[in-house]
């Protein structure tokens, strides 16, 4: 069983920082590929950011570039969405997610395995 619990979320002023964390455990976490995605109310579950199992391809959604980063630490099982110059578009449930899918990681909700419990991030104007 894999669990991914998240957290670092708050209240943060547009334009201001936030650092996300996920802790993963139950999984050998260094061969899967990680993913952020958020959600926010009355709005489907999209893509932010997501890892290789090395750490060594990002890739993020357009409308984070530039301002979010993706990062991991498989000694510490954890991976970080460092979240810079926030919008209050950005207010959402952040998720983390693992996928068995090997390779480049993927956009696609449907293809992550398992999912952490959500931290709330909201950003005021």
């Known amino acids: 069983q894999v669990q991914l619990v998240e957290s670092g979320g708050g209240l943060v002023q547009a334009g201001g920082s936030l650092r996300l964390s996920c802790a993963a455990s139950?999984?050998?976490?260094?061969?899967?590929?990680m993913g952020w995605f958020r959600q926010a109310p009355g709005k489907e579950r999209e893509y932010v950011a997501g890892i290789s199992a090395s750490g060594s391809v990002t890739n993020l959604a357009d409308l984070v570039k530039g301002r979010f980063s993706i990062s991991r630490d498989n000694v510490k099982n954890t991976v970080f969405l460092s979240m810079n110059m926030v919008k209050p578009e950005d207010t959402a449930v952040y998720y983390c997610a693992t996928t068995s899918r090997a390779g480049i990681p993927t956009p696609r909700v449907q293809l992550y395995d398992y999912w952490g419990q959500g931290t709330q991030v909201t950003v005021s104007s």
């Open positions: 139950g999984r050998t976490f260094s061969r899967n590929p």
